[in-house]
């Protein structure tokens, strides 16, 4: 500290001070030691929280009970084809697949319609040509060939689009119903069993999920051109294919209006630009200055539509013939064969109903060609799991090995000792010695698998977790994976239930002992911080205190200088 007292008083008093603070900072030296000692504590409990929740979530991950589980059925799908150099098809495979081989024999891909106009004599000059044209659609919407006999349905009609949405494309529409616990629901299909969305009833969003019928007679409007004419609540369960009311759908299609300025490209900009029912998009181009109109969707039930509403635009280019298209390219269903089984489907990808639990893709080059796909049982997923486990396990051992042990040093014949920061709380002793037991203890159940050194896993020479076998895990995960899910839920789940009383959250041992020492550690910096303002009085006082002392010994001085000047006076 600066003290303009010290800087006048004499170096054997500052060095006498000095000597005296030493031993008044002493209880000062002991709090902040016992505080940082404390601190370190705290560090190390917050690690070990750390590391057994880590711990414990691993573990959940291999129990049948979490959202995450890691040995939830898996299918791989491998695809070989036929002939050499080509793809065929590939393919992804979801948890309800069932494992097996199937030969997928391709006879045609899905392709769309396409229709074109006559040669003109340029594509960028103006055509001279005025009129609207309809594409995509009707130029009204309409509902025909209603079927409601014996469903909820009464009948259809169409209504206004609902701000943002695109209107139902052209297709047959399926109103299925079921009945889930007492309420019964409600969606509507296409013509492939497809749901599509549907304002809900409450109009909050849009939905492609079941929804709550009605329960009274009235209408229901979709939001997208078509409105379901309820007779009362449904009675019973019906699909598209058996039962359902059903009705065919008509879109209205875009209006272009072409001007006699416009070229042929300002044609094709114009229908590019403009905004078509869901499935009756098209798409325009300019090819050797002939305007080609492409249906968006491959497959025979999507076609292009046009039509001239005024004027004679598409017949004057050559696109219509009277009402039919002059020249055209038909669209084409993909057609291929399933073990012998036929389908039909008016995509490519994304054919997720072929094969339940599997999706297909056919390839560009699938057409007359062929190949083998199999699905197999995955161990991918539930082998990481166990690698993850098994490697958190070896790291929480560690840290506490390195925490709990006593180091020993020799120098010459001196042996001191290094406790580690929790060598003293035996309860972290007795967590590793549990944690062991756990891994290697048997359990009883009805499976093949009675312990985790079954299944391959086991405690070496070292005291580290090994998958020591990993063909005995791979067999257990992908033959025998009820008996393997059986072992880990007993075993995992005596590991989660056993690091709880650690881990949980406020009432776990580790939350609250981190508490416990925040508070000490928060009374530790108060009491350090009177500490020190009492010692800086007290630093003070003795600077005073010896100011006075010295100043009395100066005074003292000059009295005797003064009485020995008397005295040789008189002498």
């Known amino acids: 500290m600066v003290n303009t007292i010290g800087s006048t008083l004499d170096p054997y008093f500052t060095r006498l001070i000095t000597s ?35 711990l414990q979530g691993l573990a959940k991950k291999l129990t049948s009970s979490a959202p995450d589980y890691a040995l939830a059925t898996a299918r791989s799908a491998t695809v070989a084809a036929v002939t050499t150099g080509t793809n065929v098809v590939s393919a992804t495979a979801g948890s309800s697949a069932q494992a097996g081989t199937y030969q997928i024999n ?18 960028e000059q103006a055509l001279g040509l005025a009129g609207t044209l309809r594409l995509g659609g009707a130029a009204t919407r309409s509902v025909t060939n209603a079927v409601t006999a014996s469903t909820p349905i009464s009948g259809f009609a169409v209504s206004a689009l609902e701000a943002g949405q695109t209107e139902l494309g052209d297709s047959t529409y399926n109103v299925e119903t079921r009945q889930d616990g007492a309420t019964w629901q409600f969606r509507l299909v296409n013509a492939e069993g497809k749901a599509v969305s549907l304002r809900q009833a409450d109009g909050s969003a849009y939905t492609t999920s079941w929804q709550t019928a009605p329960t009274a007679a009235g209408a229901f409007d979709t939001g997208r051109g078509l409105t379901l004419n309820f007779s009362g609540a449904p009675t019973q369960a019906q699909n598209w294919q058996t039962g359902a009311a059903s009705v065919q759908y008509h879109a209205q299609g875009a209006a272009i209006t072409v001007a006699a300025g416009d070229s042929l490209n300002n044609i094709a900009s114009a229908i590019n630009s403009a905004t078509y029912a869901d499935g009756n998009g098209l798409s325009a181009s300019v090819v050797d200055r002939q305007l080609v109109l492409t249906a968006r969707h491959t497959g025979a039930t999507y076609s292009v539509r046009a039509l001239d509403e005024s004027g004679t635009v598409l017949s004057t280019l050559g696109v219509l013939t009277g009402s039919a298209f002059a020249y055209q ?8 064969n399933v073990n012998g089984i036929s389908v039909s489907r ?30 197999s049982a995955d161990s991918t997923a539930g082998r990481s799991a166990v690698d993850a486990f098994v490697s958190k396990f070896n790291s929480v051992q560690t840290y506490l090995q390195v925490k709990t042990q006593i180091n020993s040093e020799t120098t010459g014949e001196v042996t001191t000792y290094k406790r580690g920061t929790l060598a003293r709380d035996s309860i972290f002793s007795d967590l590793r010695t549990e944690l062991f037991s756990r891994f290697m203890t048997p359990v009883t159940n009805t499976g093949q698998y009675q312990s985790l050194r079954s299944i391959g896993l086991v405690i070496d020479d070292k005291l580290q977790a090994s998958v020591a076998d990993p063909a005995l895990l791979e067999a257990a995960l992908k ?5 393997a899910a059986l072992l880990l839920d007993q075993v995992m789940g005596d590991f989660g239930s056993y690091l709880n009383r650690f881990t949980q959250a406020t009432t ?37 205190q010896f100011s006075e002392v010295q100043s009395q010994l100066l005074l003292l001085s000059y009295t005797q200088q003064q009485w020995s000047a008397i005295y040789n006076a008189y002498g």
Not at 479 to 483: C, F, G, M, N, Y
């Open 106 to 123: 391709v006879s045609t891909l899905a392709t769309q319609h396409v229709v074109r106009s006559n040669q003109q004599a340029t594509a």
């Open 508 to 544: 776990g041992f580790l939350d609250q002992a981190v508490g416990t020492l925040a508070s000490e550690i928060e009374q530790a910096n108060t009491d350090i911080t009177n500490l020190n303002s009492r010692l800086t009085t007290k630093e003070a006082n003795l600077y005073q």
């Open 329 to 336: 390219t038909d669209g084409l269903n993909a057609v291929f």
């Open 20 to 54: 005296l603070m030493v031993i008044e900072r002493a209880p000062l030296q002991r709090v902040t030691t016992q505080r940082d000692e404390i601190t370190v504590k705290r560090g190390a409990y917050g690690d070990i929280n750390g590391y057994l929740r880590e």
């Open 479 to 483: 033959d025998h994976p009820a008996d």
């Open 346 to 375: 008016s995509q490519n990808t994304g054919l997720d109903d072929v094969i339940t639990g599997v999706t297909l893709n056919l390839a560009a080059d699938a057409e007359g060609r062929s190949a083998k796909l199999t699905i």
